[in-house]
T-cell receptor, first 112, second 115 residues
């Protein structure tokens, strides 16, 4: 069965600092990978997705993610964090089961 | 606006009651889903419908019954509510018949509190 692990429950960064949120997946083949963001009291919004091809994927709001097969990882990055980026971030994968399996989420706090 | 909408946004009710949550999408998508997000923010799929046909039915108590009157609507009815049903319920939709690469579009969620 596929699974997604987000090792960091909570990350705090200062505004303007760089950010990396970790995601590891477990799946026999190459999964389809997604990062979603959930702002307080809101639904989930897709930041970016990886299906195939270029392993560095650009998303909305200045986010990018890199797929590394050798490490079974799909980490999310942003070079300079803004206060409005404070939210819960979810990594998800979709394989042969054709349904999204979510990680447990990482809560991002941004300090002024 | 094109979107996935859910009603109500908040639902507070007593144990033992029956309640429904409605979901509508005007994106023209074929597939709709219900997810439950628990107090630790963990998201788990409950059901998936494709063109009004049940595709996924995870291990969910049979007190939960989804109903899809047409492909734009997927409602969730819950009988005999229990304290453990308290959670945020998200509806989502995706464009095509259950393809793994499809992005899912989420509604704003319904926070259910059972007293």
């Amino acid at each position: 069965a596929q699974s997604v692990t987000q090792p960091d429950i909570h990350i705090t960064v200062s505004e303007g600092a760089s950010l990396e949120l970790r995601c590891n997946y477990s799946y026999g083949a190459t999964p389809y990978l997604f990062w979603y963001v959930q702002s307080p009291g809101q639904g989930l919004q897709l930041l970016l997705k990886y299906f195939s091809g270029d392993t560095l994927v650009q998303g909305i709001k200045g986010f990018e993610a890199e797929f590394k097969r050798s490490q079974s990882s799909f980490n999310l990055r942003k070079p300079s964090v803004h206060w409005s980026d404070a939210a819960e971030y979810f990594c998800a994968s979709s394989g042969s089961a054709r349904q999204l399996t979510f990680g447990s989420g990482t809560q991002l706090t941004v300090l002024p | 606006d094109t979107a996935v909408s859910q009603t109500p946004k908040y639902l507070v009710t007593q144990m033992g009651n029956d309640k429904s949550i409605k979901c509508e999408q005007n994106l023209g998508h074929d597939t709709m889903y219900w997810y439950k997000q628990d107090s630790k923010k963990f998201l788990k799929i409950m059901f998936s419908y494709n063109n009004k046909e049940l595709i996924i039915n995870e291990t969910v108590p049979n007190r939960f019954s989804p109903k899809s009157p047409d492909k734009a609507h997927l409602n969730l009815h819950i009988n005999s509510l229990e304290l453990g049903d308290s959670a945020v319920y998200f509806c989502a939709s995706s464009p095509r018949a259950h393809k793994s690469y499809n992005e899912q579009f989420f509604g704003p969620g319904t926070r259910l509190t059972v007293l």
